[in-house]
């Protein structure tokens, strides 16, 4: 059973819009949920991340919200930029105070010049 | 920066090899991971470790073993390569007071044949 989810495979944005990518989730005690992004031919970095505790956590031209009724994570990016294009994973600790992650499958986002 | 090393970006074996993977970081973090990233499936832990010659499981374990003699180098073993092995393996490290922030290195492109 899939514990974080990201349901859509891929998405294009024209350059300058906003990109919302989306992350569901199943289990209610997660403390805290990640974002990372990964270029082809290179590892993930870490991009920002949100406590369970708060509903919205902003860096730069990322922000990340959370709706923990929904079980519903989403990741905004405003204006996108081409050098956004990239695969963009969100995470979860398996448990509390665990090193174990349970990582989404990816969105793959594409911005058009 | 942090820099998480690994040894090979691309390996080509025979089923029933041992492979090794190698991976070296050099900020001195505790804690050091092996994933494994699938198509459709995201990333998936297959390993960690928190200290030397300390290790344990990840979600995915079987057919891989895993060694910690040094902080700074982790290796993947795979003890009989199969067909279904072939992956991306990616190795990541992180620190005690920031352990959600992963650090992974360019990842290794295996094929087993």
């Known amino acids: 059973d899939q514990q974080v989810k990201q349901n859509s495979p891929s998405l294009s944005v024209q350059e300058g819009r906003i990109s919302i990518l989306n992350c569901d989730y199943t289990n209610s005690m997660f403390d805290y949920f990640l974002w990372y992004k990964k270029y082809p031919a290179e590892g993930p970095t870490f991009l920002i991340s949100?406590?369970?505790?708060?509903d919205k956590n902003e860096d730069g031209r990322f922000t990340v919200f959370l709706n923990k009724s929904a079980k519903h994570l989403s990741l905004h990016i405003v204006p996108s930029q081409p050098g956004d294009s990239a695969v963009y994973f969100c995470a979860a600790p398996a448990t509390s105070g665990t090193y174990k992650y349970i990582f989404g499958t990816g969105t793959r986002l594409k911005v058009l010049a | 920066d942090v820099k998480v090393t690994q040894s090979s970006r691309y390996l080509v074996k025979r089923t029933g090899e041992k492979v090794f993977l190698e991976c070296v970081q050099d900020m001195d973090h505790e804690n050091m991971f092996w994933y494994r990233q699938d198509p459709g499936l995201g990333l998936r832990l297959i390993y960690f470790?928190?200290?030397?010659?300390?290790?344990e499981k990840g979600d995915i374990p079987e057919g891989y073993s895993v060694s910690r003699e040094k902080k700074e180098r982790f290796s993947l073993i795979l003890e009989s390569a199969s067909t279904n092995q072939t992956s991306m393996y990616l190795c990541?490290?992180?620190?005690?007071?920031?352990?959600?922030?992963?650090?992974f290195g360019s990842g290794t492109q295996l094929s087993v044949l």
């Open positions: 949100i406590s369970s505790i708060k």
């Open positions: 470790s928190y200290d030397v010659k300390m290790k």
């Open positions: 990541a490290s992180s620190f005690g007071d920031e352990e959600e922030k992963l650090f």
